[in-house]
Structures are given as C-alpha cells and as structure tokens.
C-alpha cells in the first residue's frame, strides 16, 4: 500500500497484468531498487497493477509498459500543485518518462534523483548529513534550524521557494554525483534541524542559519589544520608527528588490500581530513529572497568568508572575535588594535593567554586608545589571513596602516618556559612602543 509522507518520493509504473515480457521491461525498476542505498533520497518504486486505482492517480493505462509516473504529497512547504485527491490528501501525479530502455538505465536514473533533489531534503542527524553533501560534492544551500523552533514550518517553506529558483541539473560522471560547480544550475538544499553541519563546523549560535557550501576551492581558500591537531592526533593515534604526516604524504592507505580496512585507513591519513574550506553564511530573517541575495553575492565575490568552529567563550578584558568580526572589529576600527592568535586547545596557548587577559586587565587606563582582541588561528577573515602566523603570537594592528601588522614572536618565552614577569615585560615593551610610535 502506498503510504504518503511529505518528504517521501514514489515513482509508479502502471502493468496490468505479470509476463515474463512485461518483467523484461520492468528490469529498469529493479535495478533502481537496487541503486536506492541512500537514505537521504526518500526513494520509493512500486508496480500498480490495480487499473481503476491507476486511472484516479491519473496514469495513462492504455500506454506503453514502462511509463515511470513520480507521486508525491502537496504540502504547505512545497508548494506543489494538487492533481488529484486521495482519502482527504492532496496529491501530485507527473510523468517523468519511460524506463523500458535499459541501455538507458544511468541517465534515467539520474533523472529520477534529479527530480527529488529538485526538493530541500532534511536531515536529522550528522550522518545522514554527511553523506549526503559528500558524495553529491556539489555547492550546497544548508539551512540550519532546529524542529522545535517557532519559524521552522516558515523558513522550511522559505527553503522550497528559493530551491525552485535554481534549477538542478545534475549530469553524468563516471562514479560520483555532479562533476559541475555552478551555483546557478548545481546547487544542493539541505534542512538540517541539528548544528554539526559540515565536517569541523558545528554552530556554536543555535539560531537558525543558512551556509553557501562550496566543497572545491584554490588552495588560497583552503585552511590547513595538520599542524594545528597534530599533538591531539599523535594522542589519539599513537604516531609521531614525523610518522604521522610522512604515511599521509606517502598515501601508503592507498594499497591498503582490505576495503574496509582501505577506507578506514583513508579516514585517517587523507589529507582531505586536514583542510577545511570557508564558507559564507548569513543568520537573521531567513527568506527565499535573502538567500537570492546571498548566492548573487558569492558570485559578484561580495560575500564575506564564514567559519565558525567552536563556542565563544564569555568576554573576559579581551574581546573574543572570529573570522566574521574581523573586518568590522580591526580593519575598520578607528583604534590600534592589538590581536592574540591562539589555537586554544594546546596548553602553551592557554598559559599565555592568561598573561595577555592579566596584561590588558592591569593597563586599561594606559592603553584607553587600544582595543585588545583574542582569535581562534583556524578563524579566517576574508580580509586579513591569520593562518600565515605561527600561533600563539600577538599582532599589533596601528591606526592607518592595519594591513601590515607588527608581530611580537613570543615563541621564545614558550620555547624556554619563560617566567610569567619576562613574557609580561615582553608584551609590556610591544605594546607600549607601538602606541608611542
């Protein structure tokens, strides 16, 4: 028995009667199937032999064996147009085409899930997620709002207006997905109703949000996070550094003989686990217009890089800014700004940052003409590349010429455990000679 939910998506084909003929025929439906391992496609195929069912769905039964018809729930969210009504529900029957010819088998089927990825697709959990973005590679709107938000129904309706902008046009590729990068033509929707969205960005914000994924970019666009993990992955892992990253430049997974054990070792030592590419993001009223707006900007290169990674911490005397805030808190201030880049999970990092908080704690009457920051090294701007310094360090931004900072090296103070008072007088010189100058 067909049973209808909003998100699934049923193709029937119409056979009056079982023969070894019409099976021949029918070897297309048994081969998408077959194909129908993901989850996230809601994917249902079905044979309805029953003709007086078949004309109310409004299926040619006369036709020729084969015809493929998608049916699918109307809902307030997809706007779909009703063409006939069942049991009080109301329904949209189309013909998609006739799946008889099986040396056409790939394209027709590339049809198909072109067809339900013409809809948002929502994703509860990060799996699914996962494996849905990774394996399409293809530049995706991701929308994040949790269910039980009071916007939910609205921002998901939103999702399916904007989605019907922007024709999908997913072509053939010798294994996956959509070989095409273009942001008006192959563009993926995703609802995510959970804030691990890409992999290494989680939402600290649990507001809703919408992100302009782009899996490709120039390596310009691309932050490397190897030797930032290192010392956690030598944990985890049991590998040296050394060790560690000549198997990854070896891709000695690669011969790996088992599958299994292939891909568990590609996990591990890919270097695609390492890089992380920006994104660009937007929060507040989520509209179909607004993501317009966004994806017209990425192209005109307006937008401004989003990353987000971890939860802010509170504001202790230094104020905490990510890649977003950058532009707006530094380049664009009319202060000298002083800028800790930190990657806080080493414990050097931590240590340091303590002298830097006690540092603009006990000067804030003398440096009233200077704003102190701190930022995570991992938190890009589209304006100014953080990831060119070795972490920790600390930055001196002066009014009139911020595009050129001066550094203050304190990997000495780090490298010979230097006493809290030479660290402070360190600082206490950089900074002070850099007001004065």
Avoid at 117 to 133: E, G, I, K, R, S
Avoid at 375 to 394: Q, R
């Amino acid at each position: 028995m067909i049973t209808l939910t909003g998100q699934d998506n049923h193709f029937v084909v119409f056979s009056k009667e079982k023969s070894k003929e019409s099976d021949k025929k029918l070897k297309n439906m048994r081969r998408f199937q077959t194909k129908n391992t993901d989850a996230f496609l809601k994917l249902k195929y079905w044979i309805l032999r029953d003709e007086n069912f078949a004309k109310k769905l409004g299926i040619d039964t006369e036709g020729a064996i084969g015809d493929l018809y998608l049916i699918k729930e109307c809902t307030k969210s997809n706007m779909l147009d009703a063409t006939v009504n069942l049991d009080g529900k109301e329904i949209h029957v189309k013909k998609v085409n006739n799946i008889s010819d099986v040396t056409q088998s790939t394209k027709l089927y590339i049809d198909i899930v072109s067809i339900v990825l013409a809809f948002p697709v929502v994703v509860h959990d990060f799996m699914t997620f996962a494996q849905f973005y990774t394996k399409y590679q293809s530049p995706a709107i991701i929308i994040y709002c949790d269910k039980n938000h009071p916007d939910y129904e609205k921002i998901l309706a939103e999702a399916h207006k904007s989605r019907r902008e922007f024709s999908l046009k997913l072509i053939q590729k010798d294994s996956k997905g959509n070989p095409n990068k273009d942001l008006d033509h192959n563009l993926l929707y995703i609802v995510s109703t959970q804030p691990m969205l890409i992999p290494l960005l989680k939402l600290a914000d649990k507001s809703p949000r919408v992100i302009l994924a782009i899996p490709e970019h120039d390596s310009s666009d691309v932050i490397d996070l190897r030797d930032n993990y290192w010392k956690h992955i030598q944990k985890i892992d049991g590998f040296s550094k050394d060790a560690f990253f000549k198997k990854v430049e070896d891709k000695s997974y690669m011969q790996e003989s088992d599958e299994d054990k292939r891909e568990s070792a590609k996990a591990k030592f890919s270097e695609d686990r390492f890089k992380l590419s920006k994104n660009y993001s937007f929060s507040g009223e989520i509209t179909a217009k607004a993501i317009r707006n966004l994806i017209n900007n990425v192209k005109e290169n307006k937008a401004p890089y989003f990353f987000e990674s971890e939860v802010t911490p509170e504001t202790t005397y230094a104020e905490r800014i990510v890649g977003e805030d950058f532009k707006k808190k530094i380049m664009l201030s009319q202060h000298d700004c002083v800028l800790l880049v930190e990657h806080p999970h080493d414990d050097e990092n931590k240590n340091y940052a303590e002298k830097y908080e006690r540092f603009v704690k006990n000067n804030k009457d003398k440096t009233k003409a200077v704003k102190f920051y701190r930022m995570s090294d991992i938190n890009e701007s589209d304006v100014f590349k953080v990831s060119n310094y070795d972490s920790p360090t600390v930055l001196y931004f002066k009014k009139g010429s911020k595009e050129s900072p001066t550094e203050l090296d304190i990997k000495r103070d780090l490298a010979l455990k230097s006493t809290n008072k030479q660290a402070w007088k360190r600082l206490e010189q950089f900074v002070f000679k850099n007001v004065d100058s």
